[in-house]
């Protein structure tokens, strides 16, 4: 049962470098985002995507770009890295909104900004 | 805007002892409330959830009440092992798409 997988697990840069992070769901599920962790500051939401097709802004879109490329895949882009930019990225899917229902989380990626 | 605020960390038991981790919210309307947890290394998941007011989430021993005249979703589990190690997190639904998370509280449980 793959669920919710993310690429890279770990990755390093230097800033001003460019980079994405892939999420790929096996649940058939129509909502897919995007968020950070940081110590102290719980799960902030860079981005989502209700459906394929549409993507929309969270809380702390700046820096990011993203792609819903098909229903399985909700890429994440940064295109200028900056250390502020630092944090452990998780993607996430649930069957529709997160009103009632269930987020499933991937295992992280760890990115470091140097 | 809403919120929600949970005890800070970490919270270190033995075995066996009773647990309770307290959440408290702001909000309009009335969200949805949910705990997830995060075992090391691992994504988070969910643990229970609640709808409505005096609704009772239970999962793994683990329960929380939605408490509307408190705004209150305390966590509390009666006897704790040491596999419960990980870290709990609050949310309310804000949107449709969107979860007002918590910092998290780290649970550590001493064999």
């Known amino acids: 049962n793959a669920g919710v997988t993310q690429t890279p697990k770990f990755q390093v840069l230097k800033t001003g470098q460019s980079m994405t992070l892939q999420c790929a769901q096996d649940?058939?599920?129509?909502?897919m985002y995007w968020y950070r962790q940081d110590p102290g500051m719980g799960l902030r939401l860079i981005y989502y995507?209700?459906?394929?097709?549409?993507?929309d802004k969270g809380e702390v879109p700046n820096g990011y770009n993203v792609s819903r490329l098909n229903k399985r895949e909700f890429s994440l882009r940064l295109e200028s890295a900056a250390p502020s930019q630092t944090s452990v990225y998780f993607c996430?899917?649930?069957?529709?909104?997160?009103?009632?229902?269930?987020?499933?989380f991937g295992e992280g990626s760890r990115l470091t900004v140097l | 805007g809403n919120s929600v605020t949970q005890m800070e960390g970490p919270v270190t038991l033995s075995e066996e002892a009773f647990l309770t981790i307290n959440c408290t919210y702001t909000?309009?309307?009335?969200?949805?409330l949910f705990w997830y947890v995060q075992y090391p290394g691992e994504g988070l998941q969910l643990l229970l959830k609640?709808?409505?007011a005096d609704d009772k989430g239970s999962n793994k021993g683990f329960e929380a009440t939605y408490r509307k005249e408190t705004t209150s979703f305390h966590l509390e589990k009666g006897s704790v092992q040491v596999s419960d190690s990980a870290v709990y997190f609050c949310?309310?639904?804000?949107?449709?798409?969107?979860?007002?998370w918590g910092a998290g509280t780290k649970l550590i449980i001493k064999p």
């Open positions: 996430a899917s649930s069957v529709a909104g997160v009103g009632t229902g269930e987020l499933f």
């Open positions: 609640a709808t409505k």
């Open positions: 909000a309009t309307g009335y969200p949805s």
């Open positions: 649940m058939n599920h129509n909502s």
């Open positions: 949310a309310l639904s804000d949107l449709d798409y969107q979860l007002i």
């Open positions: 995507s209700a459906s394929e097709g549409t993507t």
